[in-house]
DNA sequence: GCCGTTTTCGGCCCGACTGTTTTCAGTCG
């Protein structure tokens, strides 16, 4: 069982009891629960089988650790039976259209028996919604185009994408009167793999012009709310960005706090409780006197921290960490060497070994490897063995042509479903840079695809694992595979495991990432360019590092050319 | 329901905006 199918239990259990209007912190608890579970690396029914202790878990105490313990060996839960015996099902869904919360939905439901979304809509368009307590011909509007939205099932962004539009805004605003500075907070400052909306926070003198300006803004399909201190709209791409304007002195505050994470900031607040201190958005504040708030240090300075990067800033442990000194000293882009996966005209990339080369000595690596497809991936006109050692000597030849980079000669081996390799180990020999991957036949259960890839990498000549989940983010599910005994797997070889910056894969994942640190498998970060300009994904994938808690240390491609060499041989 | 280097009971982060009101509940982040 899969850790997402019991935090979706806590979840739904928590959306029920708040429609109830049960106590707001048992609520929490389970939505606590929920999060906690489904951010963990390790899988929790494992955990509950081996009679590990569950309660080791933050936000899972008796109750929920014996919830646990009953959905893995029954897979039910009879407190949630209970609970939707009370309440018809479509109830929890209203919850996510947005503007709806348990409140309104009882509301609808005690009053109109609304219980659908399409019941909503019917209710909303044939105005009797307005009858009922504090809702008016507004409200109804709203909603309507709320459920429109919730229809057409716009949600999450990809890193990348909101990056753009990020970078598109703060251009925008910039030019307005009276803006000394302005930033992007929110989990894209967090650098998510995904981003829900973006909030960019400004400093601005009196007289400002940012909130008219804003709203003016060409890409706004809709204004959702326009006030002097916090503006939001929406984008035609569905994309939400919230704009907040804020005193100088808070600058650092309002940063720290619109940053998040959600939970990340509940444990901040809570230290600073304990100091008898309070933060807000506005700064920290010993009774009526401000301590901070200008820089960002400084908030954490007044609890007593360093400084915590906000790529880690999920509760996941970085306060614990900042508290004693521990914090990792994270691997940062001018870190990396070279690039380690990339294709050219010789199968599906775009540009040649020169090009891709040139590029890369202009952004000032050391080396870089080539790596084309193998035979299996037709699609890509895949390399034999024949071809392969043709494109090898031809890399040489350029190598002659081009100084201060290696090129070092590489391929994409693929892993066939047996778990054999697509190509001969006398021709891997001749490669300085193997790497393993899986292309086709997803299908396999996680035993079959995790012995696999476990055989795929034993070979002695493979170096990387490449992408090494398959998941493409927000378009296609992980393939099944034990991820914790591949990370064993992969250490007890010496096989390096990539990071594949791609902003379409981002795999392996953040969390990941962290797992595989912890057990000191080494990392590679590599882009996986089809293009020139898809070398510049590299950010993507040293952000991904960053919020596994890499250090430059734990990545191959900081190494200099001679101590990779060495590093890669097994 | 969870949690604890002052605690096993009594807390649990904090503020802005909207839409409905004429002082505030609900929702969001």
Known sequence: MENRQIADIFTEIADILDIKGDNPFRIRSYRNAARSVGDMSENVAAMAREGKDLEQIPGIGTSIAEKIKEIVSTGRLEFLDELRAGLPRGLTELLKIEGLGPKKVKLFYDNLKIDTVDKLEAAAREGKLRELFRMGDKSEENLIKAIARYRTGQGRFKLSVAFEYAQSIINYLKRSKGVRAIEAAGSLRRRRETVGDLDILAICAGGTDIMDRFVEYDGIEEVLAKGTTKSSARLACGLQVDVRVLPGESFGAALQYFTGSKEHNIALRTRA??????????????????????????????????????????????????????????????????????????????????DMALKARELGYDYI?????????????????????????????????????????????????????????????????VIGAIHYRFNLSEKEMTRRIIRGISNRHLNIFGHPTGRLILERPSYEVDIEELIRAAKDCGVALEI?????????????????RDQGVKLVI?????????????????????????????????????????????
Not at 536 to 544: K, N
Not at 545 to 558: F, I, S, Y
């Open 369 to 433: 490897a080539i790596t084309e497809h193998s035979k299996a991936v037709k699609v890509a006109r895949g390399l034999d063995e024949k071809r392969l050692a043709k494109h090898l000597k031809a890399i040489e030849k350029i190598q002659e042509k081009i100084t201060g980079l290696r090129i070092l000669k590489g391929v994409e081996v693929d892993i066939l479903p047996d778990g054999s390799l697509d190509l001969d180990d006398a021709i891997l020999k001749e490669c300085d840079v």
């Open 526 to 570: 590599s882009t996986d360019a089809h293009s020139t300009q898809n070398l510049e994904f590299m950010r993507y994938g040293v952000f991904t590092a960053r919020r596994g808690w890499a250090e430059a240390e734990d990545v191959l491609n900081t190494l200099p050319l001679d101590k990779l060499l060495r590093a890669l041989k097994k």
């Open 500 to 516: 594949n910056a791609h902003p379409d894969r981002l795999d392996l994942r953040d969390v990941h990432v962290r797992l595989a």
């Open 273 to 354: 409780v304990e100091r008898k201190l309070k933060i807000s958005e506005y700064g920290v504040f010993k009774g009526e006197r401000c301590l901070a708030g200008r820089r960002e240090e400084e908030v954490y300075a007044a609890v007593g921290l360093p400084l915590i990067a906000p790529e880690l800033r999920e509760n996941h442990g970085e306060i614990e960490a900042a508290g004693k000194g521990k914090l990792p000293k994270l691997i940062e882009l001018s870190d990396v060497r070279g690039d380690l996966q990339m294709h050219t005209t010789a199968t599906d990339g775009k540009e040649s070994v020169l």
